[in-house]
């Protein structure tokens, strides 16, 4: 089957082959083909791809249909390069944790292990509850792989010997944990510690973390994620709805300032100077 698949914009993961289109229909005729997929992938978007699913059927006479993670379509297959990009590669989907700031168990369920494709970037949402099996399999492939990154899915307090012992043999690039309140930092600090006894660094060693409303919290956790050998990537939390929140021209610097590696190493060493004065 030949499916042309429509996005809402385009981002990092975006596939670009010529089955793609970024919003409305193109002026030019269409390529060949037999249904046309609209894929949404956050919920403040729900409006605008249900007004494209509407312009798409008005322009093609083959079937339209419209999902997406935003509707909580389910994941059991996954082929490479179909709605991400070719390189992106997902081996199992859902979690078996019931974090409240989570929507992964609410919309994928609990974990369950896909067949194994290959790719470069490891985009689970919890690799490390996958089976030791699974695993060993996922680690097989990616000997093949250069830049390797796990993107997600390394849960700070399972990380361990097993996990640290495989990679060490591959072709890291990036290393993606997650710290979302300052209860996390503990677990991070330690997690950060086993892989900077095996050689990897801040270069390698990215964390994920959640800012909302504390800014005096959000600073006193990404200086620590930072002290601790990773370098942070903040991100202003959205909740689950029809529209984004908003957030303050204050708020958007502090994110920038914490999200830009030149800027959050410029940050850093401006506190230390004040500090060490």
Excluded at 76 to 93: A, L, M
Excluded at 115 to 134: K, T, V, Y
Aim: hydrophobic letters at 35%; proline letters at 5%; aromatic letters at 10%.
């Amino acid at each position: 089957m030949t499916i042309i698949r429509v996005f809402p914009q385009r981002t990092s993961f975006t596939p670009c082959d010529d089955m793609v289109f970024i919003g409305d229909p193109p002026a030019l005729l269409l390529p060949p083909h037999d249904e046309v997929h609209i894929s949404c992938t956050f919920t403040w978007d729900m409006a605008r791809c249900e007004e494209l699913k509407y312009q798409w059927e008005a322009y093609t006479d083959k079937p339209v249909k419209l999902g997406g993670p935003a509707y909580g379509s389910p994941c059991d297959t996954f082929k490479p390069g179909q709605y991400v990009k070719q390189g992106i590669v997902f081996t199992s989907r859902g979690c078996f944790n019931n974090c409240d700031f989570c929507f992964v168990p609410k919309r994928e369920g609990t974990l369950r292990e896909l067949p194994i494709c290959e790719g470069n970037i490891i985009q689970d949402n919890n690799f490390l509850q996958c089976s030791r099996a699974h695993k060993d399999k996922v680690f097989e492939m990616l000997k093949t792989q250069r830049a390797i990154c796990f993107k997600g899915g390394l849960q700070n307090n399972l990380i361990g010997s097993h996990f640290i012992d495989n990679i060490r043999g591959l072709r890291i690039k990036e290393l993606w944990l997650a710290c979302d309140s300052a209860n996390a930092l503990s677990e991070l600090v330690d997690a950060v510690s086993k892989l900077k006894a095996v050689g990897y660094t801040r270069e390698h060693i990215h964390c994920y973390a959640l800012i909302s409303d504390d800014m005096d919290e959000s600073e006193h956790r990404l200086q620590e994620i930072y002290r601790a050998g990773a370098m942070p990537f903040a991100q202003l939390y959205q909740p689950a709805g029809a529209e984004r929140k908003q957030y303050s021209d204050e708020w958007r610097h502090f994110q920038t300032t914490w999200a830009r590696p030149a800027a959050t190493v410029t940050h850093m060493k401006e506190i230390e100077r004040v500090v060490n004065e």
